[in-house]
């Protein structure tokens, strides 16, 4: 199995000019201290941050402003990754420095791409027509236990997981085998379709409002004559008619399209106008909490930070919406001198034919039907069949995409058996039983727990101490399942305070056994505790780093940590 692996965290603060540096053994490795509150939490944060993660970090540590650099290995291929607010630099040997002014996007690929994280989530608002690679915290999220989240809570270790809606059950699917990397290839097939199908019902929805203009402008008049005997009339006066309707079909087929796209732009000036009124309540709302408050969406619950830099984001949104209105009435405007110009054309057509109307006239049961109404009904016969058929074959088209998506899902479903699924579901729950049994944790009922995905029902079972060792189970059974049955990359596992909820001495031994024992040598392991016997054997091949009240970063540190980052940041 292929692992990541942690071997430096570098630290470096220019505001107090101040560093740290921290190496990380292949196997075991403790971050412990006599005292609390001085930093182990925040030195296992750090190294998730650096990739791009978002642990919550306090105030104290926020105001550092500092500097993390990582050294870190893949299957033996060593890398060096630089992070600095959101901007990130990442290096492989012997190759140039990448750099990246945000963590989705371009880096969130790269990143995916050396760990072999395929997931794809569909960016939010795109109704699953654009899928994009969702950044590191989404693949670390399975390796880290976080002290304040973790425990109460699976799959919550990181900030701003709200990005995407419902992303677990895909996430855990395929950190754990369910889903495989050809799943996301069809997926991206799946989405190409629904784009496609989406700018079709557009077009189809533009073409309806044609066919209304044209209707509108069709003449009330019952002419039985065919077109056999128009062409016969229009042959005797080919000269004088011939050209001008041709031209009035051709300004009516433009006046139609003219009207139609001015309906669309319309509506979709409504919706912008609409958007900008909803972001100017949701900048109202921000500044009126305090700074740095947390706030809850009322949609998904999802905890979102209230800083300067979210409320900027809204700014920009708005802005962005603004923009997209001045072009939309800047496109209306275009639109409408235009449709004037073609109006005064088609009018001055319009009297040459009356001219010629003067001198011939139709009869048609026993009605005297002028003859430019003949032409015009023939003109707009001939639009409405051409903008009908050009309806029908784009829904023709929208029918093919969606037999296409049908075809798609098919061979999706084909992917993972009926059987298949069910081995990975008692895999699971082997374990689960056995890491329980193990952690004497068996008062916890599990009767309901069926699959990875029933995380929100293990977190309501037994009491406190007890249920924090039912979480712990669940989060190593599925370390486990993605050790045995995953097709990503190994992160290490790092755990914050197993201790949780004051273990008795019985109980945390065996926590700290069963991590020794069970998690395999090929796995690297980090443990934030506080000095503990318990802790021992553990210790005795661990790499230890112990803190002290100077914390995370020292002065006599800053020069030789500085020049490492110089060479970085190059």
Known sequence: MKNLQFK??????????????????????????????????????????????????????????????????????????????????????????????????????????????????????????????????????????????????????????????????TVIKYHLGYLSPKHFELEQDLSDNKRQINELNQEVEKIGYALDVVKNHIPNNEITINEEQFQIITKEIQEELAELSKLQEQFLNELSNLTSDKVYLEHQKTIAEHLIKELESDYVFSVENIEDDDIECPLCGTIHENSIVNRSSILVDKQQAVNQLHSIDTQLQNLVKKAEKTQKEYEQIKEKINHINAKYKLEDNSQSIPLNEVIEKFAYKSINDNITNTKKEKLLKIDDYKNGQKEIKKEQNALLTKEERQKLDDAFLELLHTYIKLLNAEGINLSSIKTPLDYNKIVKEGGAAEGTRGILSYYLAIFSMINIYGSEINAPLVIDTPNQQEQSDKNYENIVNLITQKIPDTEQIIICAMENDKLKEYKKDANVIKLNKDKLLQASKYDEVKQIFDEMEK
């Open 8 to 169: 430096q965290l570098l630290l470096l603060s220019d505001t107090q000019k101040k560093a740290n540096q921290f190496l990380f053994q292949k196997r075991f490795n403790l971050i412990t201290a006599d005292d609390n509150s001085v930093g182990k939490s925040t030195l296992a944060k750090l190294l998730l941050w650096t990739f791009g993660c978002e642990p919550d970090f306090d105030s104290t540590w926020k105001s550092t402003d500092c500097k993390c650099l990582v050294d870190f290995s893949i299957d033996g291929t060593n890398y060096k990754i630089l992070r600095y607010q959101n901007f990130i630099s990442l290096k492989e040997e012997n190759q140039e420095i990448l750099k990246y002014t945000n963590i989705g996007g371009d880096y969130s690929k790269k990143f995916a791409e050396l760990v072999d994280f395929k997931v794809l989530l569909p960016k939010r608002g795109s109704d699953e027509t654009e899928l994009v690679t969702p950044p590191p915290a989404y693949y670390f999220l399975p390796f880290y236990m976080d002290q304040k989240n973790s425990w109460s809570k699976t799959w919550n270790s990181f900030g701003k997981l709200g990005q995407f809606d419902s992303w677990q059950k």
